[in-house]
Every structure is written in structure tokens, then in C-alpha cells.
Nanobody, 124 residues
Framework: QVQLVETGGGVVQAGGSLTLSCAAS????????MGWFRRAPGKERECVTA????????YYADSVKGRFTTLRDNAKNTVHLQMNSQKFEDTAVYYC?????????????????WGQGTQVTVSS
């Protein structure tokens, strides 16, 4: 059974940094693309970043380019999201997701398993 468990959410001051982690189990992690999505209050779910199985191809949303970094450790079945220079608009529930194939996809429909989500709140 596939399980995705996110950790690392919390409250961070604007301009600060936070790192989210996602531990995956029940899958052949090294063959599967992974994504990080977020949903802010009153907004649609947004793909923040998506990383291919090998980690060599990474997509970043324009809103986070240059501030967020994702990387995966296939030996430990984990994927991380390093968030720097955080802005108020980064406040959202963040989810990691397992892709249906080896690439990092932007569309939510290309993901078949989701974590429970972790809240990130950027404060003044």
C-alpha cells in the first residue's frame, strides 16, 4: 500500500526558510516522479514543483522559481522541498504526490496518491 507522509510544516516569518519532507513507502520510489502541490484558502490547487524519477528533470512554478528547491533521495525514499525567502502568498497546505509515471508532471490528474498535507503559514 502506497503511503506518503509529509513533515516539516509550521509557521515561518516572511523572508524565512522552511523545509518540507515526504517519506514514501509501498512503491518502487526510484522509478516514479514526485510532485509538491499546494492549496491556499480560496484558490485552486497549484503544482509548486515536480521532479522526475532520476531527479534530473525538475519543474518549478514561476511563483517559486529561485526561492524553492526540490530534491529527492532515492536511497531513502524521500523527497524534500526547501523553501527560502518565503512570502505571505506561500501560505497554504502543501501536499506531496506520487506520479503515475517516471516524469514530473504539472497536472494533478497525473498523480494517483497524495499525502495528508502539511500546513505552512508565513507570518509577519
Amino acid at each position: 500500500q502506497v503511503q506518503l507522509v509529509e513533515t516539516g510544516g509550521g509557521v515561518v516569518q516572511a523572508g524565512g526558510s522552511l523545509t518540507l519532507s515526504c517519506a514514501a513507502s509501498g512503491m518502487t520510489f526510484s522509478t516514479i516522479g514526485m510532485g509538491w502541490f499546494r492549496r491556499a484558502p480560496g484558490k485552486e490547487r497549484e503544482c509548486v514543483t515536480a521532479i522526475s524519477a532520476s531527479g534530473t528533470t525538475i519543474y518549478y512554478a514561476d511563483s517559486v522559481k529561485g526561492r524553492f528547491t526540490t530534491l529527492r533521495d532515492n536511497a531513502k525514499n524521500t523527497v524534500h522541498l526547501q523553501m527560502n525567502s518565503q512570502k505571505f502568498e506561500d501560505t497554504a497546505v502543501y501536499y506531496c504526490a506520487k506520479a503515475r509515471g517516471p516524469y514530473g508532471y504539472q497536472l494533478p490528474t497525473m498523480y494517483d496518491y497524495w499525502g495528508q498535507g502539511t500546513q505552512v503559514t508565513v507570518s509577519s
